[in-house]
């Protein structure tokens, strides 16, 4: 399974951005998807979640209500739609997948594929 991330970029606060995450060599639809974000210094963290086969979707506090996952099925792509974006948001991006879990799908161990990652740059 490879993932491509991509739609990074440098937007200002308040601004947003799309980012894709295109699956190859698996269908996505039994997995679990999520978002972490890594920012310098910093260990990489839980942004968002959806297990596809049921449709839950679950959200790290600091992005509820501003970013939201989706999925393209024909093109087997997930995508992450980020608004309101703050200078605290800027990170670099990774996407990935596994079954993990509920009490588990914040956790990075419990993903087995991971994209390259892409950054976000959000300025004040």
């Known amino acids: 399974v490879q993932l491509q991330a991509s739609g990074g970029g440098m937007v200002q606060t308040g601004g947003s951005l799309r980012l894709s995450c295109a699956a190859s060599g698996r269908t996505l639809g039994t997995y679990a998807v999520a978002w972490f974000r890594q920012a310098p210094g910093k260990e990489r963290e839980f942004v968002v979640a959806?297990?596809?086969?049921?449709?839950?979707?679950y959200h790290a506090d600091s992005v509820k209500g501003r970013f939201t996952i989706s999925r393209d099925p024909a093109k087997n792509t997930v995508y992450l739609q980020m608004n309101s974006l703050k200078p605290e948001d800027t990170a670099v991006y990774y996407c990935?997948?596994?079954?993990?879990?509920?009490?588990?799908?914040?956790?990075?161990?419990?993903?087995?594929?991971w994209g390259q990652g892409t950054l976000v740059t959000v300025s004040s």
């Open positions: 959806r297990r596809l086969s049921v449709g839950t979707t």
């Open positions: 990935a997948i596994g079954r993990p879990i509920v009490s588990s799908i914040q956790r990075t161990g419990s993903y087995d594929y």
